[in-house]
């Protein structure tokens, strides 16, 4: 019991699912020195190829879409085809961040993942919504104009600008993972995948749907990794409220996308996993 640590007797980080006392028996889940070595497992058992899936029957139902639903479509998926390019590009200084080779071997591979999502996502504007574009940065910058402006700022403004700040140390890992995995992964990318599950549950675009439901598999690791790191980093009461002021707005950054219910749903789930990680706690202390 002494190295069980309190956050993973509540949430699962490979599924994101809350765990019961039931679940959790006797054992340890995670005991503390072997964390990154569990996070690598669980990728190696994700792995998926964005190449593979089938996005023919898609391209052929896409056109008889209804315009309201074409258009709600566009914006998810072209904020993504952004969102996933820019976040594949600036985990890179996370690695050096770490000071910790075998978090940065699982940085690797979750930014190998991040390649994997930007991928797909090409393809679904190349191959279904045949936005112009004979490479990846022409169809990204078409991709642009259609993806919600709050998208654009978090993914083309904040997080480069996050991330050049963590490359040069003037910021701290912290502030890092608190930006990228609690408030990127865990809010807005998360309520996306979540409006795009929604609207395709009637199976109109198989492909894409499974390609979002891979996607998002995987982003549950991430999620959970990045909290893992957060609980090692030991914010400060600073960095904490600082993320979750951000939370608040995050899943707004949709707009007319992501209906406000899902929002509703998802935006109180960072201050939720900053609780289970028992990092809600020095700053209460610190009040
Ligand atoms: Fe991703
Ligand atoms: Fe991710």
Redesign the pocket.
Known sequence: MADRQAWDLAFDPATGRRLTQQDVGNGNLLPSGRWPSFFSRVAARLQWDAKAIDLAPDARAWPELPDERRERLIALLAGFCVAEDA?AVHLAPFGDAANNSLVAWVLFL?RR??QR?AMIFDRIVAEVLELPGDTKDERRDAARAHAPAGVLELFEERLPAMAGELAAGRTGVDTGIGLYHMIL?GIVLAAGQCALLADLDDGALPGVRQGVERVER??RW?IGFGLRCLVEARPSPEVIDGVLASAQDAAGAWGDAVPREICEAVAPNCRRRLAVAKLLEPRAAAV
């Open positions: 976040v979750q993942d991040e999502h992964e995987d982003e991430h």
